[in-house]
């Protein structure tokens, strides 16, 4: 299967959203991902596709108050496409996409339940803050991932 990784565009957000909450096991995913961020956010954002579909996508921008961070807001690998490596491709062509544009690190934000997705960006040299309580609200509880975009010299 040939896999090609593109600039996200407007018109991907109508693929992406009817097959989300699918790709979550049929969790409410949706109000997560508003077209806005297709419509403001495509030129850091990127898709992987074959010839039939979207297999991945990753959706992020640099922070406007520190244009040092970019800023990771949504993931996403077909069920049938995991363990083939999308997601760190993903991780790792948008980090480059975002220190050419003067990022320095790069953040995300996970359940801090969510012991897969820690582990996932531990393995990808983030580090995993503490639980903050109430971060996106009342029993909401997150952890902030963050990562170097600064290449390491040998």
């Known amino acids: 299967m040939n896999v090609v990784w593109r600039q996200a565009c407007p018109s991907d957000y109508d693929d992406i959203i009817a097959v989300l909450d699918e790709w979550w096991g049929g969790r409410a995913m949706s109000a997560m991902l508003p077209r806005l961020f297709f419509d403001h956010f495509s030129g850091t954002s990127l898709v992987a596709t074959d010839d039939e579909a979207i297999l991945a996508f990753i959706v ?9 961070v970019g800023y990771v807001h949504f993931v996403g690998v077909d069920p049938h496409q995991r363990g083939r490596g999308l997601g760190s491709q993903a991780y790792e062509r948008v980090g480059v996409l975002l220190r050419d544009r003067g990022c320095t690190r790069l953040k995300a934000v996970t359940s801090s339940a969510n012991v897969d997705s820690q582990a996932f960006h531990r393995a990808r040299g983030f580090t995993v803050s503490d639980p903050i309580a109430g971060y996106d609200g009342p029993g909401e509880d997150r952890v902030v991932l963050t990562r170097s975009l600064v290449p390491v010299e040998h």
Not at 60 to 68: K, L
């Open 60 to 68: 992020a921008f640099v922070s406007p108050d520190d244009p040092t």
